[in-house]
Antibody
Framework: DVQLVESGGGLVQPGGSLRLSCVGS????????MNWVRQAPGKGLEWVSG????????YYADSVKGRFTISRDISKNTLYLQMNSLRADDSALYYC????????????????WGQGTLVTVSS | DIQMTQSPSSLSASVGDVVTITCRAS??????LVWFQQKPGKAPKSLIY???TLQNGVPSKFRGSRSGTVFTLTISSLRPEDSATYYC?????????FGGGTKVEI
């Protein structure tokens, strides 16, 4: 079975940094596009960033471009999200999500999700 | 960026009813649309992709359709376990974008 386990969330002051991690198992990690999707408390879903399942191209939402960096370590089956210059409106539950089909040139849509890791940006 | 406008934002229905949720794209996205169901405290679950293709294991009471840039999720024979928030998401182009969600109360 596919498993995605996020970690790294917590309380951080505005302007601070955090690095989220997501360890995947039960599938060929290198073959799938992987994503971060967030959900502020009581709000809707927002795609944050993704990495291609074929050539490691990366993609970002406008709201995080220039502040967040997505990466992955195939040898560790781990997806990362480095978050810098954090703002109060970045506070959310951050989900790691795996694309449904392998080898897609860009992230498309998400079939498997982790349980999420909570990020709170507050002074 | 492609905007996804979902309506209604909430609805209340009874057991056995048929409900319809609509998602309008700000431009042509072909059939590159997925519907998710999210229950409180849980991660979303994909129901339909490609606008109308049912995911394995999802009951046929869920149906997706498209007319131009307007997409519809129809849920028939409503049951209490269908209470959830439903989201659409386009994957025609980046950035990927979601609709605002429809909370369905039974």
């Amino acid at each position: 079975d596919v498993q995605l386990v996020e970690s790294g969330g917590g309380l951080v002051q505005p302007g601070g940094s955090l690095r989220l991690s997501c360890v995947g198992s039960g599938f060929s990690f290198r073959d799938y596009a992987m994503n971060w999707v967030r959900q502020a408390p009581g709000k809707g879903l927002e795609w944050v960033s993704g990495v291609s399942g074929s050539d490691d191209s990366v993609y970002y939402a406008d709201s995080v471009k220039g502040r967040f960096t997505i990466s992955r370590d195939i040898s560790k089956n781990t997806l990362y999200l480095q978050m810098n210059s954090l703002r109060a409106d970045d506070s959310a539950l951050y989900y790691c999500a795996k694309d449904q089909f392998p080898g897609t040139p860009k992230p498309f849509f998400f079939h498997d999700w982790g349980q999420g890791t909570l990020v709170t940006v507050s002074s | 960026d492609i905007q996804m406008t979902q309506s209604p934002s909430s609805l209340s229905a009874s057991v056995g009813d048929v409900v319809t949720i609509t998602c309008r794209a700000s431009q042509d996205i072909d059939n590159y649309l997925v519907w998710f169901q999210q229950k409180p405290g849980k991660a979303p679950k994909s129901l339909i992709y490609g606008a109308s293709t049912l995911q394995n294991g999802v009951p046929s009471k869920f149906r997706g359709s498209r007319s131009g840039t307007v997409f519809t999720l129809t849920i028939s024979s409503l049951r209490p376990e269908d209470s959830a928030t439903y989201y659409c998401q386009q994957y025609n182009s980046h950035p990927l974008t979601f609709g605002g969600g429809t909370k369905v109360e039974i």
